[in-house]
């Protein structure tokens, strides 16, 4: 059985569509608004990025900021802002955090277990895991002394 050709106007329209596909699912990263650790690169809270935290066994509170990042303390002083690889879901509604780490120190790609619910009417808490992409200091007081600074250049 011989195989027609393909007509000029078919590859035509075949061609066209296919422009039309690609140019839907290509999206300009300037459009999109920064995630993650990006999202902070401006603000005077973000710190020095460190390789770890030996804090592991001893999280004092934890709060998170979105999907991807969320500060852990150990201290009323000691605050580190943590981003995970991609979205780590129910974050936001976390009852407790625990840390899977290879020793005593929180590292980049150690696992963050996160547990919403308390396990009620007879149902087990939903947990997930996330792996962490990288760890920053924080020091929540750096927004207020920045404010504090402009206000006295000002007056």
């Not at 852990?72 to 605050?79: A, E, G, I, T």
């Not at 996160?114 to 020091?139: A, E, F, M």
Request: proline share 5%.
């Amino acid at each position: 059985m011989k195989r027609k050709p393909m007509k000029i106007e078919t590859f035509l329209i075949s061609a066209i569509a296919l422009t039309g596909l690609v140019a839907c699912t290509s999206t300009d990263t300037d459009d999109r608004d920064p995630v993650g650790i990006a999202a902070y690169m401006d603000d005077p809270r973000l710190g020095e990025k460190v390789d770890k935290i030996c804090f592991a066994r001893n999280i004092d509170g934890f709060n998170a900021l979105d999907s991807r990042t969320l500060i852990l303390s150990d201290s009323p002083k000691k605050k580190y802002i943590v981003e995970t690889y991609g979205p780590c879901n129910d974050i936001d509604y976390a009852w407790e955090i625990a840390l899977d780490s290879f020793s005593s120190c929180l590292r980049d790609n150690d696992k963050l277990i996160i547990t919403r619910g308390s396990g009620v009417q007879g149902r087990d808490p939903l947990t997930r895991t996330c792996h962490i992409k990288s760890i920053y200091k924080w020091n929540p007081k750096a927004a207020e002394a920045e404010v504090e600074a402009e206000t006295t250049a000002t007056d």
